[in-house]
């Protein structure tokens, strides 16, 4: 699969320099209107439509990427080699922007006009697809085309290739694009860029990577697979390719594959947030927490310096990517128990995205329950009273912070203070309102209302109400699926299933219910605590120790127990 219970913010267009790309500037326009940036405010996005590409700055420490094209001028060719790399570190507004600078500084330039094109479309993250960046899309490549006749003819043919992708029936846009550039590939195959651009086409053709067993959906995945490998076997330190290769093999059935790719890729892009965030998605496939924590603190620093270095339009707020890299960080500190890490994170996130997002998209207001979850597990009581409620038109938002009081009120062993979120959830979730991510919303909160009724429960050692308390919660847990990037449940409540388990007396069953888990959630250490536990009651001592040392691995939080598993 590609992406699981989640959705990508959305992105901004940025519109040209009137001197070089009137064409673009309406389309870049729409589409900010279709598009429109996280949290900004209509000033804000006006700023953005507006931002002065002639001030950009080229801020160093993004990789490698770019090729030799039609120009002259070497700042034009340095420009649009940065537009190549910003595209591969996914800034894809930024991208457009240094194109649209090569542009300026090489009106003549047919590749950088390709380069332009290429940037505002269809990308892994979602954006780039509204009609009217389609056609001041589809415009510009027909610029380049005309301008390109210094282009080499392998340049040329990526240009009508591009066209393929803006033109003719939607239905076989992705298809006839990636089909072009295939043939290019194939007549290529040690061409980096080429091999790179083509593979990303060929993701984007397929809605669904990788079926429930992690097998390929359709040739085309099977054909990116082929040629990302091929790829790094010649050039294993290329920043795109590690990027999309990461994405690729995520929910495929071999994860681990990525691991050595993702070892190296901050120190291959230093200075790009995204790509420093990238391994975090294999690290937490593969149980990695910790690791997946800090390459977003890391990445969650580095969109600040990119910040103050270049002023993007729009500032932190369009920096598409920021809230993601927040929120990743800090389902990570939350399974490894990273407590300052986490808390720093949740503070921000809150802090920045007060108004985010608009009411009527359920994602972005369940994002915000990360943050609330950190105050509750690690947050002290000072912190947790000073946490404002939501508003009223922000229901997901006040089911998380209701959430976070519960956990704060389960660890003070406060059952009846812990009912009482509960039953708050429950009032919100009846008057959520009745739209198309209804159900997702009451999915959503309906876990964490029975995740705090088996809290409760535990405390008042009511184990047959807490078992099926937890029971419904992994119930539709599963339904919803676990994964994620991260999972919008931060969790597995199978684990908490499994201490109620235990501690009603069923070890075995307790031991079961985590070796199925940690098969979907692997190293997590939480519940391999719960299994060093169920070891010893069944009297498995070797068994017991070899488990609470693999949950040390990960776990850097303070001690753990059966009521807040």
């Known amino acids: 699969m590609r992406l699981t219970m989640t959705a990508v913010a959305a992105i901004a267009m940025a519109a040209a320099a009137p001197a070089v790309a ?7 326009l729409m589409d900010l209107i ?40 070497p700042q034009a060719q340095a420009w649009f080699n940065h537009g190549v790399r910003l595209r591969w570190a996914f800034e894809h507004t930024e ?19 390709w380069g332009e094109a290429w940037a505002m479309g269809p990308n892994l993250n979602g954006g780039g697809t509204g009609e009217d960046t389609r056609r001041a899309a589809l415009r510009i490549a027909r610029e380049a085309r005309r301008m390109a006749r210094d282009a080499d003819p392998i340049q040329r043919q990526m240009i009508d290739a591009l066209i393929q992708r803006y033109s003719g029936w939607e239905s076989s846009r992705a298809r006839r694009f990636a089909e072009r550039m295939d043939r290019i590939a194939r007549d290529n195959p040690a061409d980096v860029a080429i091999a790179n651009i083509t593979a990303d086409a060929l993701m984007m053709q397929v809605e669904q990577w990788w079926d429930d067993e992690g097998q390929a959906t359709d040739p085309a995945i099977t054909r990116a697979m082929q040629i990302l490998e091929g790829t790094l076997a010649h050039t294993p330190d290329d920043p795109g390719a590690i990027h999309l290769y990461i994405h690729l093999t995520e929910w495929s059935d071999d994860p681990q594959s990525a691991i050595p790719y993702g070892e190296r890729l901050a120190a291959l892009a230093p200075g790009a947030s995204h790509l420093v965030h990238m391994p975090s998605h294999t690290f937490f496939r593969v149980g990695r927490y910790r690791d997946a924590m800090m390459s977003n603190v890391n990445a969650v620093a580095l969109d600040a310096r990119y910040v103050d270095l270049a002023s993007p339009p729009g500032g932190i707020r369009g920096v598409r990517l920021h809230g993601h890299n927040i929120h990743f960080g800090m389902g990570g500190a939350l399974m490894a128990g990273g407590a300052d890490e986490g808390l720093r994170l949740a503070e921000r996130f809150l802090s920045i995205y007060t108004r985010h997002p608009r009411t009527d998209v359920a994602w972005g207001q369940a994002t915000a329950n990360n943050a609330y979850a950190l105050f509750g597990r690690y947050g002290s009581d000072e912190q947790i009273a000073a946490l404002a409620e939501p508003p009223e038109n922000r229901p997901l938002m006040r089911i998380g912070w209701r959430y976070g009081r519960g956990e704060a009120a389960a660890r003070r062993g406060d059952a009846e203070a812990v009912d009482r979120e509960a039953a708050e959830i429950a009032r919100l979730r009846a008057a959520l309102p009745q739209n198309a991510d209804h159900t997702f919303s009451s999915t959503f909160s309906e876990v964490f209302q029975k995740v705090l009724e088996g809290r409760a429960a535990m405390i008042r050692g009511d184990y047959p109400a807490a078992i099926a308390a937890y029971g419904r919660a992994a119930a539709l847990q599963g339904e919803g699926e676990e994964g994620g990037d991260p999972p919008i449940i931060w969790f597995p409540t199978r684990r908490s299933l499994a201490a109620a388990l235990l501690a009603s007396g069923d070890a075995a069953g307790a031991r079961d219910k985590v070796l199925e888990l940690l098969e979907d959630w692997p190293s997590d250490p939480y519940s391999y605590f719960v299994l060093a536990e169920a070891y010893a009651a069944l009297g498995e001592q070797e068994a017991a120790a070899r488990a609470r040392a693999a949950g040390s691995v990960e776990w850097i939080g303070g001690t753990m127990s059966l009521g807040l598993a």
């Open 95 to 113: 991208s457009v922007r240094a194109f649209q600078r090569a542009r300026l500084l090489d009106p003549s330039c047919g590749m950088c006009a």
């Open 34 to 73: 279709d598009n429109p940036v996280i949290c900004a405010s209509p000033d804000e996005a006006a700023d953005i439509a507006g931002a002065p590409v002639a001030e950009m700055v080229m801020v160093e420490g993004f990789g490698t990427g770019g090729f030799a094209v039609d120009t002259t001028n």
């Open 22 to 28: 009137d064409a673009t500037v309406e389309g870049s």
